[in-house]
C-alpha cells in the first residue's frame, strides 16, 4: 500500500426608455439569469381562513403538479400568420424580465412587432413552461390570446398555461391583478377564469372558488354553465362536494341548465369515496334531461363500483356498455383492473379478471398490460407466466415496460425456466427486453450454474447493441464479480478496451472489489496501479475495497496501514470503513482494539450505526460475557440504533449455552414487540438450541408458529 503515490442575447433596442431598458438589462450574467438583480420579487399572501379574500391583496405563488387531460404539443405550427420560422433558441431569461415589468403588455407587443417573438404553438408552449413566477405565464397567455384570439381555443397552450398556475401557484385574483390586466387593456374573459378556478381547485381552495365565483359580476362576467361546470369540477377536485352540490342547486335560479358534463363532474364525485347509489341517481336524472351516459360516465361508475366493492356491478357495466354501443377506453379497464386488485386479494382479483377476460374474443391490450402490472407488483411469477402464456395464445403481444416489468417478476421468483421459454417466445415476435432486465436475467442464470444459457442471452445483448459504453460496461462486470466470476470481468474490462471505450474509476472500483472479496489481494493491487496511470484518484470505496480484502486474506496491520495512508491521501473514512476493521479486529479476538476503532469513530464525527455494534455484540456473546454485551447494546441504543436478527441471536444463542433459557424465551418473543420479526436464522438457532437441551415442547412450539407465517425452517429429526 506504499505504493499509492451563454445564451447569446438576441434583443436590438428599438423603444427610446422602456424597450431599450430591457434590452440593455437583458446583457448582464446572461450566463446566470436566475441570479439577476432584475428579476422582480413579488409578495406572497398565505393562505388561510381569513387571510385572502377575492380583488383584495396581491397574488401569490406555492406549491406543484400536473394538469389532467393535457393533450401532446403539436408540432405543426398554429400561427395564424402561418409563421414557421424563428431566428433561434427563445431566450427564456429576457422574455420573463420583459413579462416582469410594469409594461409588459406594451413591451411584448414591440417585440412582436419586431419580430424577435414569434408566435406559433411551440413557442408558446415553451414561453408557458419556462416561467419561474407563476404570474409570468398567466400575463404572457393574456398578450397572446389578445394578440391572436385563436390561440385561445388551442387545448394545449391552456393545459400547459394550467399546469404552470398549479404547479408554481396559486395565483390569486386580487384588485392588483384585476387593474393590471385592465391597465394593459385586457380583462379577465370567462375562458381565462375558468382556467383559474380549475388550478385553485386542484389546490385545494375549494372556500376561495366560491368567493371569486360570487363576485364575477365585478369582472364583468355573468354566471353560465360553462362557468358552473368550472366551479363543481374544481370543488370537486379539492374534495368539497357539499359546497359543489350546493353550486349544482344555484344553477337554475342563474337560468343555467346543466349538461353533461355537469353530471359527469358529481358523478366523479360521489363515485370517488364510494356512494354509487348517488351515482347512479344522477346517471337518471341526466338521461330524464336527454343526455346519454358516455363513456367517461361508464368509468366513473366503474371506479366507484370497485370502491364500493360491488365488484358484480362493475362488471355489468361493461356489458350495459356494449348494449348502449358505447366502447370502452383505456381508462375504463384500467379502472377495473386496478380498482379490483385495490379492493381484494391479489389472487381473487386475478381470478375474476381472468373470467371476465375468457368471454372476450379479442383481449383488450390495455387490460392485459394492467393485469400483469398489477400481478408483477404482488410478486406473483406463477400467475404472471401463465397469463402471459393464456393471453399470448390468444395474439396478445405486450408493450415493451409491461415485458420488462413481468419478466423481473420472473426472474426475482426464480421462475428461471419459464421467464427464459417466454423470452425467447416473446423475442421471436419481435419484442426487445431493456438491459436492466436482460442484466438482471444474466446474473440469475450465473448464480445457479446456467452458464451457457446466461452467455447467450448476453451475447444477444450485445447483438441488440445494449452494451454500447462505459456505464453499461461497468454493469457488466459488475455483474461477473457479484457471481464470482472475474476472470470473465477482467475479459470483459479487455474487450472494453479494445472497443475503445475508456475505464471511468468506477470500473477500477467495481473490479478491485470484486477481487478483494475473493480474497484475490495481489490482483486487486494490479488494479490499483492501472487505476493511477489512469490518472485517477482512489476514493473511499477504493480503499475500504482494498482494506476489506486485506482483512479477508487475514492481512490486519496492512489494513491497518491502508487506513492511514488513506487519510493521507485526503479521503476520509465512514462507517463502512470503521465497521471492516471492527469485524476484522473482533474476528481476530482483539475486542479491545475494536472498542477503540469504535470511540475513534465517534471522536471523527462518524455515527455508528448498527453493523459497528453487532461485531462488538457478537464477539462478547462467543465469550459468553453476556454482561459486557449488554453494555454494548444499552450504548447501542441511546444512540435510537435498533437491534437486528443478528443482535438478538447473539444473545439468544449465548443465553442458551450458559442454561438461561427463560430469559432467551422472554428475549426472542419480544423481537415481534420491539419492531423486529424473526428471521429463518434467529429462529433454528433458537430451536436448535432448545432441542439440543432437551427444551423440545418449547422447540415445538416455535415450530408450529412460525411455519404458519411462511418462515422456512429446517427439519429437526428429534422433532
Not at 430469559?663 to 414487540?673: G, H, N, Q, Y
Request: charged letters at 20%; one cysteine or more.
Amino acid at each position: 500500500m506504499r505504493g499509492l503515490s451563454s445564451l447569446v442575447s438576441r434583443a436590438s433596442p428599438a423603444i427610446k426608455n422602456i424597450s431599450e431598458e430591457v434590452v440593455n438589462q437583458s446583457k448582464p450574467k446572461r450566463e446566470n439569469p436566475s441570479n439577476s438583480k432584475y428579476l422582480p420579487t413579488f409578495d406572497h399572501t398565505p393562505i388561510g381562513n381569513n387571510s385572502v379574500r377575492p380583488f383584495e391583496g396581491k397574488s401569490s405563488s406555492t406549491s406543484q403538479l400536473g394538469f389532467p387531460n393535457l393533450s401532446s404539443v403539436s408540432n405543426a405550427t398554429i400561427s395564424p400568420n402561418k409563421q414557421k420560422s424563428r431566428l433561434g433558441p427563445i431566450d427564456h431569461p429576457y422574455i420573463s424580465r420583459i413579462l416582469s415589468r410594469k409594461e409588459w403588455f406594451l413591451l411584448l407587443s414591440h417585440e412582436f412587432k419586431a419580430k424577435r417573438i414569434h408566435l406559433d404553438a411551440q413557442s408558446i408552449v415553451s414561453v408557458l413552461q419556462n416561467q419561474e413566477n407563476p404570474l409570468n405565464p398567466l400575463r404572457f397567455y393574456i398578450w397572446v390570446t389578445n394578440t391572436h384570439p385563436l390561440f385561445a381555443k388551442n387545448q394545449s397552450i391552456r393545459g400547459v398555461l394550467a399546469n404552470a398556475l398549479y404547479r408554481r401557484g396559486p395565483v390569486l385574483l386580487s384588485a392588483e391583478l384585476v387593474q393590471d390586466i385592465r391597465n394593459s387593456g385586457c380583462r379577465v374573459t370567462e375562458d381565462l377564469l375558468c382556467i383559474l378556478i380549475g388550478s385553485w381547485g386542484r389546490l385545494g381552495l375549494a372556500k376561495y372558488c366560491a368567493e371569486v365565483f360570487g363576485q364575477i359580476s365585478y369582472l364583468g362576467l355573468s354566471p353560465t354553465t360553462r362557468l358552473y361546470n368550472a366551479v363543481i369540477d374544481a370543488l370537486v377536485k379539492s374534495n368539497s362536494l357539499d359546497l359543489a352540490y350546493f353550486k349544482f342547486q344555484q344553477m337554475s335560479a342563474d337560468n343555467c341548465i346543466p349538461d353533461r358534463y355537469t353530471y359527469n363532474f358529481l358523478i366523479h364525485g360521489v363515485c370517488k369515496v364510494g356512494v354509487v347509489d348517488e351515482a347512479l341517481r344522477l346517471v337518471k336524472q341526466m338521461e330524464g334531461l336527454g343526455y346519454s351516459p358516455n363513456v367517461v360516465t361508464y368509468t366513473m361508475l366503474v371506479d366507484g363500483f370497485c370502491k364500493a366493492k360491488k365488484f358484480d356491478e362493475a362488471f355489468k357495466l361493461f356489458d350495459k356498455m356494449k348494449q348502449r354501443n358505447v366502447h370502452p377506453n383505456e381508462a375504463s379497464y384500467r379502472s377495473l383492473v386496478n380498482g379490483l386488485f385495490r379492493s381484494m386479494s391479489p389472487h381473487n382479483a386475478f381470478e375474476l379478471l381472468s373470467s371476465f377476460l375468457e368471454k372476450e374474443q379479442i383481449l383488450p391490450k390495455v387490460a392485459c398490460d394492467t393485469i400483469l402490472h398489477c400481478l408483477s407488483n404482488s410478486s406473483l411469477s406463477k400467475e404472471v407466466a401463465g397469463f402471459l402464456r393464456r393471453a399470448e395464445e390468444k395474439g396478445y403481444l405486450p408493450d415493451s415496460s409491461t415485458f420488462n416489468i413481468s419478466m423481473t417478476c420472473l426472474i426475482r421468483g426464480l421462475d428461471l425456466e419459464e421467464a427464459c421459454d417466454i423470452l425467447d417466445s416473446l423475442t421471436e415476435r419481435g419484442l426487445k427486453l431493456g438491459f436492466n432486465t436482460y442484466l438482471a436475467l444474466v446474473e440469475a442464470l450465473y448464480k445457479v450454474e446456467r452458464v451457457a444459457e446466461g452467455n447467450r442471452y448476453l451475447n444477444q445483448m450485445m447483438r441488440d447493441g445494449l452494451v454500447e459504453n462505459v456505464f453499461s460496461y461497468n454493469m457488466v462486470i459488475d455483474c461477473f464479480c457479484k457471481v464470482k466470476m472475474n476472470d470473465r470481468a477482467s475479459e470483459t474490462f479487455r474487450q472494453m478496451h479494445q472497443r475503445g471505450i475508456a475505464p471511468n474509476l468506477v470500473t477500477f472500483n467495481t473490479l478491485i472489489c470484486g477481487y478483494c472479496k475473493a480474497g484475490e489481494v495481489g490482483e486487486a493491487k494490479e488494479l490499483l496501479k492501472m487505476l493511477l496511470e489512469h490518472g485517477f484518484k482512489p476514493d473511499i470505496f477504493t480503499f475500504s475495497s482494498i482494506i476489506d480484502g486485506l482483512c479477508r486474506v487475514h492481512h490486519t496491520e496492512d489494513a491497518f496501514d491502508c487506513f492511514s495512508e488513506m487519510v493521507k491521501w485526503g479521503v476520509k473514512p465512514n462507517a463502512i470503513t470503521y465497521n471492516i476493521l471492527i469485524r476484522s479486529s473482533c474476528i481476530i479476538g482483539d475486542v479491545a482494539k475494536s472498542m477503540k476503532l469504535l470511540k475513534k469513530m465517534k471522536a471523527d464525527g462518524i455515527s455508528p450505526d448498527v453493523f459497528s455494534f453487532n461485531a462488538l455484540i457478537q464477539s462478547f456473546c462467543k465469550m459468553n460475557e453476556v454482561e459486557k454485551a449488554q453494555n454494548v447494546l444499552v450504548t447501542m441504543l441511546t444512540l435510537d440504533l435498533s437491534p437486528d436478527n443478528f443482535t438478538y441471536c447473539a444473545f439468544i444463542k449465548a443465553l442458551c449455552e450458559l442454561g438461561r433459557f427463560d430469559e432467551a424465551k422472554t428475549l426472542f418473543f419480544s423481537m415481534e414487540i420491539n419492531g423486529c420479526m424473526p428471521d429463518a436464522y434467529t429462529c433454528n438457532t433458537f430451536i436448535d438450541a432448545l432441542a439440543h437441551s432437551s427444551h423440545f415442547e418449547e422447540a415445538w412450539d416455535i415450530v408450529k408458529k412460525y411455519e404458519k407465517r411462511g418462515i422456512p425452517l429446517k427439519p429437526i429429526p428429534i422433532l
